[in-house]
């Protein structure tokens, strides 16, 4: 897998227009022994056919198919620019990461790059920093935390016949992991629990929490509080917003009346549950085709198709993590790691959901602007 080092990082950079910016980071190509004279030639026109800007300052010009037997090796050229350089759109670049892509190596640093993109204070870190290591630091996402909701965090079938000891339970899970404080312990025990329905309840704080975090417990047999059902308590530790999704799928299963598909038998049952937000809708399967997977540009070509339809539209790499996500999201798309021949699972729902879902077929099927 391709790693950056502090060694293709180039601080105290300056260019006037983005075109400069990109001939001075292919002239380093070029320098490294990544690829031979005329690359630069790709990426500018790889530029405007779409945009590389990602977000928070971040910018990944790289060639096109047409230019890839230019490349000698896959590698990057990172240019630091304290001062920014004009990308249009209003967006300004503070470190253009210049890729030379031989084969599918590049998507490790795409999928890398998702989780700093939405993250907090990162354009300013960038902007701000004076040696490699620092930015570095930045894409990796050190001291950069995201949400906390795995097996560790699970207890099923808990002979528990109160709500404050499945509290407990959860409150203890989180400590363990590091999670939240005892601050929070005695913030989340001195609340009573909130009935959603249908079995499922829910407490959370904000109090002492170090790292957005979920924990699930289910009861073995059920009891009742008050009139009301309890087969299973969800407790949300929140200092960032990471946990929303989730929320929002709780909100839809309560909806349908779906919740009994949280109560699952394990752990992994009960986290799809929260996790996968398929619920009805139409799905189907494609399988990609393009050569070096969904890099940035046949990823960014797949989100432009799904955004014009008003239907919510999930993808899920089948070949991948299990983890399904808004096919909206260039972020979230790209972070999915799809390489060739990973086949993707597309949900659609919505008035347009048959036309949406057709259109993507095709566009895949086309190659989504590779042939």
Same mark, same amino acid.
């Given at each position: 897998?391709?790693?950056?080092?502090?060694?293709?990082?180039?601080?105290?950079?300056?260019?006037?227009?983005?075109?400069?910016?990109?001939?001075?980071?292919?002239?380093?190509?070029?320098?490294?022994?990544?690829?031979?004279?005329?690359?630069?030639s790709?990426?500018?026109?790889?530029?405007?056919?779409?945009?590389?800007?990602?977000?928070?300052?971040?910018?990944?010009?790289?060639?096109?198919?047409?230019?890839r037997?230019?490349?000698?090796?896959?590698?990057?050229?990172?240019?630091?620019?304290?001062?920014?350089?004009n990308?249009?759109?209003?967006?300004?670049v503070?470190?253009?990461?210049?890729?030379?892509a031989?084969?599918?190596?590049?998507?490790?640093?795409?999928?890398?790059?998702?989780?700093?993109?939405?993250?907090?204070?990162?354009?300013?870190?960038?902007?701000?920093?004076?040696?490699?290591?620092?930015?570095?630091?930045?894409?990796?996402?050190?001291?950069? &935390?995201?949400?906390?909701?795995?097996?560790?965090?699970?207890?099923?079938?808990?002979?528990?016949?109160?709500?404050?000891?499945?509290?407990a339970?959860?409150?203890?899970?989180?400590?363990?992991?590091?999670?939240?404080? &005892?601050?929070?312990?005695?913030?989340?025990?001195?609340?009573?629990?909130?009935?959603?329905?249908?079995?499922?309840?829910?407490?959370?704080?904000?109090?002492?929490?170090?790292?957005?975090?979920?924990?699930?417990?289910?009861?073995?047999?059920?009891f009742?509080?008050?009139?009301?059902?309890?087969?299973?308590?969800?407790?949300v530790?929140?200092?960032?917003?990471?946990?929303?999704?989730?929320?929002?799928?709780?909100?839809?299963?309560?909806?349908?009346?779906?919740?009994?598909?949280?109560f699952?038998?394990?752990?992994?049952?009960?986290?799809?549950?929260?996790?996968?937000?398929? &619920?009805?809708?139409?799905?189907?399967?494609?399988?990609?085709?393009?050569?070096?997977?969904?890099?940035?540009?046949?990823?960014?070509?797949?989100?432009?198709?799904?955004?014009?339809?008003?239907?919510?539209i999930?993808?899920?790499?089948?070949?991948?993590?299990g983890?399904?996500?808004?096919?909206?999201?260039?972020?979230?798309?790209?972070?999915?790691?799809?390489?060739?021949?990973?086949?993707l699972?597309?949900?659609?729902d919505?008035?347009?959901?048959?036309?949406a879902?057709?259109?993507?077929? &095709?566009a895949i099927?086309?190659?989504?602007?590779?042939?």
């Open positions: 897998m391709l790693e950056l080092t502090e060694g293709d990082v180039q601080l105290g950079k300056n260019a006037a227009t983005k075109q400069e910016a990109i001939e001075h980071i292919a002239d380093d190509l070029v320098a490294k022994g990544l690829v031979v004279e005329g690359y630069s790709g990426m500018l026109s790889r530029e405007n056919q779409n945009s590389t800007y990602l977000g928070n300052g971040i910018a990944i010009p790289h060639g096109t198919t047409d230019t037997d230019l490349v000698k090796q896959t590698g990057v050229q990172i240019h630091h620019f304290a001062n920014g350089v990308w249009g759109n209003g967006n300004t503070y470190l253009a990461i210049g890729i030379a031989k084969s599918d190596e590049h998507l490790g640093i795409l999928k890398q790059l998702t989780h700093v993109l939405s993250a907090e204070g990162v354009e300013e870190k960038l902007k701000t920093a004076t040696h490699a290591e620092q930015i570095l630091s930045v894409l990796k996402g050190a001291n950069q &935390q995201v949400l906390l909701f795995d097996e560790s965090t699970i207890t099923l079938s808990f002979p528990a016949t109160d709500l404050l000891s499945m509290s339970v959860c409150a203890g899970k989180l400590k363990n992991a590091n999670a939240v404080d &005892q601050d929070y312990v005695s913030a989340l025990l001195g609340q009573s629990p909130i009935c959603l329905g249908q079995g499922l309840w829910i407490n959370a704080s904000s109090i002492g929490v170090k790292q957005t975090s979920i924990a699930f417990i289910s009861s073995e047999q059920g009742d509080v008050d009139g009301k059902a309890v087969k299973g308590l969800i407790t530790a929140a200092n960032t917003d990471e946990h929303a999704e989730i929320m929002k799928n709780i909100g839809k299963l309560l909806f349908d009346g779906k919740v009994a598909d949280v699952g038998a394990s752990p992994e049952s009960v986290i799809k549950a929260f996790t996968d937000i398929r &619920q009805g809708g139409l799905s189907q399967i494609f399988k990609i085709k393009n050569a070096h997977g969904l890099h940035a540009r046949p990823g960014a070509m797949l989100v432009s198709i799904a955004k014009k339809f008003d239907s919510q999930w993808v899920l790499n089948l070949d991948g993590d983890k399904q996500v808004n096919a909206k999201s260039l972020m979230k798309v790209i972070a999915l790691g799809v390489r060739q021949g990973h086949e699972e597309f949900t659609t919505g008035v347009d959901a048959q036309v879902i057709d259109a993507i077929g &095709q099927e086309a190659g989504l602007g590779e042939g």
